[in-house]
């Protein structure tokens, strides 16, 4: 709901909830759907409420209550991607979505760095330490190489 799923905005709910792996569509009881929203909800507990639970479960009815229910549309995951439009997830759309944020990381240093007039291997060094890629003994053990010791090699 506003662009937040309603687990992370009610974590705690979440984990007392007996219906972890539902959709909405499992927690509506269906005669109770008008057309200003569902007046019911089937939600079930792991053990009974703290007040400020139930108050937490009062916020999220409230939440709830006036979304409009279409009975007749199938309840489903959807993937939004990179578009306003719903669509289906194909290896195409995650890509074209990795790729957009990747190039909202370049930076004008990223920039600067490839215009500068200096050796190439210098660049490439200066590019890497920028990207935490250099191999460093800490970003070997990270990548799964067998280090006896972590310090520096010459203290």
Known sequence: M???????KFPRLF???QCLES?????????NITSKGCSRWCLGWRRERFVWEKLEEEQLLAM??????????QDRLVWVGDSDSIQEY???????????EDQMQVSEIFQLLWTL?????A???AWRLLLDR??????????????TDLSCPLC
């Open 2 to 8: 506003d662009g937040q799923v309603l687990k992370d």
């Open 15 to 17: 984990t007392i909830s």
């Open 23 to 31: 959709v909405v569509g499992d927690l509506v009881l269906r005669g």
């Open 64 to 73: 709830i209550f006036n979304v409009r229910w279409c009975s007749s549309d």
């Open 90 to 100: 194909t290896v195409k759309s995650g890509y074209n979505v990795l790729n957009k």
């Open 117 to 121: 007039k200096i050796v190439p291997s």
């Open 123 to 125: 660049t490439v060094c």
């Open 134 to 147: 250099l191999p460093t003994r800490l970003n070997l053990v990270k990548r799964g190489m067998q280090l």
